[in-house]
């Protein structure tokens, strides 16, 4: 369920999650990555040896930024591969790039190459976007290589570029506005392609790791958006990432239990344990927990039939157990998952997602909004709905809104 | 040794080294990936979408064929890069060709998808440079299977791609003439690019992992003729290929000691254990056994100072014993080679390279000319030096001689 989770949480993170925090350290690792591409070109010669052999045989429309090319800041452009490919390996020959201490990643290099690269190729594509996408693909980086970390390293493998192509394919799928079973597509394509080994440190070859991580994760999330099949459980499978690259792996440690403790209110309202359709699931607890672990949310789209019926879904709910108590209040509720370890994660929701106590936030209710209403309408008529009814306050006359989207 | 040593024997084997039972099987399975390749593109859409996918953004000048497209058996055209993809993905997606029982390799694929690309976009290409190119990429392929069989596979690899780049790497350098440095880091960049676990078996990603490992030899090649570097040592070093995707690996087993047992005119003549310059090698059987067992030859090009003060020859010539025995005529040889896990090798010499029992073929003493007279005065002119040497009994008049080359 790995590769479900990570799929699912990156095509539901939006630009409203980010903190400030965040915001700030993804911004100054962009403007680093840039500075390291822009200088590693114009004073190393590896990334100039991958640019004029990919430019004298396979590239292809000029669509995307050689960083640093032609002059020490100027720009010369190439198709996207080729971008991908000359500013991975310009950002890391330095090996001057940002650094994820704790498993010795550097995140920015594949997926800022590649992300770059395909938003010029696309655009338009807003800063905002631009950021979330590339937040999406570090973090799944970081924590793909917290998951293998340290045996992995110590088998030989460079961390930045295994992970690496994996955390792109994230990026650019969420540029390109994949679903989350395109998601997982895109993340199986891109985690068969194993690239780097520590045995070239020291050579050309290492900067070529970035480069060409750059390349996989994008080709993955491009050919998964067309169609191109590979395998839902690609991390947590016996032959998957995973297993195959390291002596150790914790992504797929199982869920043994849910332990949830709530209001017996709750228990009367949704205590189906076996829903068979996506309106019985509204009503089942076991339901609710299930896909808010699995999809890290709880909207329509994990209330249908299919999801219902899904049997990783079914999985995890007969793994959820309720128990009553009359001292938790109605909109509150005590969670403790219980792995198949031995260790646990307790959680207390002291007030419910959309209570007085705790409201959506306006990006959420946004979110929520244009959720709804773009299934329902289309994308296009559902943006001028949201600029519709958002303003409500400020219309001059109401009878005339269904002509305004 | 390892890299150092499929990368000698690569490029020294030629057209004329092929057995009619080699050129044979060459030729089928050639023969037998191109029908796979028409049929497999023509009725399953894994190679469409990777076409179309690179097409509509990255493909550059049209050089090269796409077997099948433009209807069933006709062709069409993309450049090299996006041509060995689809050719490799449309060779394997129907699981029908060819299969080397004892690795399960599937050796054709590869190779054949990106030589045959990268010989349309430089061409021409003799059929014999071809045949020999694939030859040199297939038994690399399945050599270096054998070597981590049946380990790696059981550790979840797809082994036809895993071991494809390395192959495909050899058979494109050996294409476009690289010498044994340039070829070791062929090998390397070919190496570090590791495609395809068995997971994926049952989707699309199968037979990209074959289009993908044809990609990435092709590009390793190109980058290392262009002097990208890599390491000399990709295969057997610690941190590398052999180490990192199998628990077990059995290339670099290393060899203990060299039993030489000759006529006792060969100490007279070559006894020199220690040579310093490559003038002193030509007197030391044992820096001449010990560059036969590392290159597989012993030309000039094995004789010079820096061969003959390279670490790793120095230290297999130190593992050279040579004992005296009258009973061995002077141009025969008896040698044991033991392993340092115990096996050991052997092998008699019954008669001397050049001997009147065992002469050079027509083809070995063109070689051995061309690689003398091209050192000195070119490749070109040593093409027409060839040809005037080689027909003297037909020449008008050889006090001419001097001006026809």
Redesign the interface.
């Known amino acids: 369920m790995a590769t479900l989770q990570l799929a699912s949480w990156a095509i539901n993170l939006t630009y409203a999650n980010l903190t400030t925090g965040v915001l700030t350290a993804a911004n100054k690792s962009f403007y680093n990555w840039a500075g390291c591409a822009i200088g590693g070109y114009a004073f190393q010669?590896?990334p100039q040896?991958?640019l004029?052999?990919t430019l004298s045989?396979?590239?292809?429309?000029p669509?995307s930024s050689i960083l640093g090319a032609n002059g020490s800041i100027s720009l010369g452009f190439a198709?996207?591969?080729?971008a991908a490919l000359v500013n991975g390996i310009a950002s890391h020959v330095d090996d001057y790039d940002d650094t994820h201490l704790e498993t010795i990643i550097h995140p920015a290099g594949p997926v800022a190459s590649a992300l770059l690269a395909v938003a010029e190729?696309n655009g338009p594509v807003s800063g905002q976007d631009f950021l979330t996408a590339f937040v999406a693909g570090v973090e799944a980086e970081c924590k793909l290589g917290l998951s293998v970390s340290p045996e992995h390293y110590d088998?030989?493998?460079?961390i930045t570029s295994t992970t690496g192509s994996v955390g792109t394919a994230i990026a650019v799928g969420k540029l390109l506005g994949l679903d989350t079973t395109h998601m997982q597509h895109a993340i199986?394509?891109a985690?068969?392609?194993?690239?780097?080994?520590?045995?070239?440190f020291g050579?050309?070859?290492k900067s070529?790791?970035i480069g060409?991580a750059a390349q996989?994760g994008m080709?993955a999330a491009?050919?998964a958006k067309?169609?191109?099949?590979?395998?839902l459980?690609?991390l947590e499978?016996?032959?998957?990432?995973l297993?195959?690259v390291s002596t150790r792996e914790n992504a797929t440690a199982d869920v043994k239990s849910v332990q949830l403790r709530v209001n017996p209110e709750v228990l009367i309202l949704t205590g189906k344990t076996s829903p068979q359709t996506g309106l019985e699931g509204k009503f089942s607890i076991y339901h609710a927990a299930a896909v808010g672990l699995l999809y890290g949310e709880a909207t329509p789209s994990q209330f249908t039939d299919a999801v219902v019926k899904n049997s990783i879904v079914i999985n995890m709910r007969n793994k959820v157990n309720v128990t009553n108590d009359d001292s938790v209040p109605r909109a509150s509720a005590h969670l403790t998952l219980t792995f198949s370890d031995g260790s646990s994660v307790e959680k207390y929701v002291e007030h419910a997602k959309g209570s007085i106590e705790n409201p959506l936030t306006d990006a959420e209710l946004e979110k929520k909004f244009m959720e709804q209403v773009g299934l329902a309408i289309g994308e296009a008529r559902a943006e001028r709905a949201n600029g519709v009814f958002k303003n409500v306050q400020n219309m001059e006359d109401v009878s005339k809104i269904q002509g305004m989207f």
């Open positions: 010669s590896a040896i991958a004029n052999t045989l396979f590239s292809g429309p669509t198709d996207a591969q080729t190729a088998v030989g493998w460079h199986g394509i985690s068969t392609q194993v690239v780097g080994m520590q045995e070239f050579s050309d070859t070529f790791h060409r996989g080709l491009l050919l067309n169609g191109y099949t590979s395998s459980q690609a499978a016996k032959y998957g990432w297993h195959v």
